[in-house]
């Protein structure tokens, strides 16, 4: 089946971005070859704190990530890389005001490069893009904590303009499946949302919080795994984004 839309919004990760771990830097850290910012951030630190160590950096990095998913997984509200980022430092036993000026932007620009190097939007994604941009407004709706990474990520791939508007839930506080971060995007183009089509990988997020708004779905799901009990099945299920060419009547 085909819908008549008058928008696309799409998930950020595992949607459009493909992140792949294995593309982060490396770093030795207790013996062990890891890939992670902590390298990058340390030789930062080190011109501030010397007597900190690589190990304590990537030990503080990484519990700072675990406590803003547990606080996420509380009531999804957004846990954003400058708090993070503040976090690793007081257990570093800094206190991020008492650092020079700017000190803590140049961690989280490093850190925002790092995951850069990992992301990248397949070609035929881009196409896709170029495809609906004349036919439908199109809008990115993502969880994730600084939104400088996430606009970086689509002008590195060229489709940043494609776009007319980017909602990133550090920016509004909420994630999805909260309605908050749906609306803000959809009053943002002006669409009602039973004309929107949401397009996400994740069906206890993506697809359950567009059908508590009332939009159409199309659940990416490249692994052909089943549907969570208690989700009622989306409007379409894909593999590749290149399926919905058909199902929004434009040619790849």
């Known amino acids: 089946m085909t819908g008549c839309y008058a928008a696309v919004l799409f998930d950020l990760f595992d949607t459009l971005v493909h992140f792949d771990p294995d593309r982060l830097p ?13 390298g990058r951030l340390h030789t930062i630190l080190c011109g501030h704190a010397p007597d900190v160590t690589l190990e304590a950096c990537y030990d503080a990095l990484r519990a700072s990530w675990q406590e803003a998913e547990r606080l996420r997984g509380v009531d999804h509200r957004e846990v954003t890389a400058p708090q993070r980022m503040g976090d690793m430092l007081r257990r570093l036993a800094l206190d991020p005001e008492g650092c020079p000026a700017g000190f803590v932007e140049t961690l989280l620009d490093a850190h925002r490069r790092a995951l850069s190097e990992a992301a990248k ?3 035929h994604y881009a196409a896709l893009l170029r495809a609906l941009r004349p036919r439908y407004r199109l809008a990115v709706v993502s969880n994730f904590d600084y939104t400088p990474t996430a606009v970086g990520m689509l002008e590195d791939a060229g489709v940043v303009a494609l776009f007319d508007t980017i909602v990133v839930s550090d920016a509004i506080g909420w994630r999805k499946p909260r309605p908050e971060i749906f609306d803000v995007a959809l009053r943002t183009l002006g669409v009602s949302p039973g004309d929107a089509l949401f397009v996400g990988d994740r069906a206890d997020i993506d697809v359950v919080g567009a059908q508590r708004m009332g939009m159409p779905v199309a659940w990416v799901n490249r692994d052909r795994a089943p549907l969570p009990t208690g989700i009622p099945a989306p ?4 593999r590749d984004l290149a399926e919905l060419a058909p199902i929004l009547g434009v040619a790849l």
């Open 26 to 38: 490396t770093v030795e850290v207790a013996g062990k070859t890891v890939r992670s910012s902590a």
């Open 235 to 238: 409007d379409y299920e894909i």
């Open 121 to 123: 939007v397949p070609g």
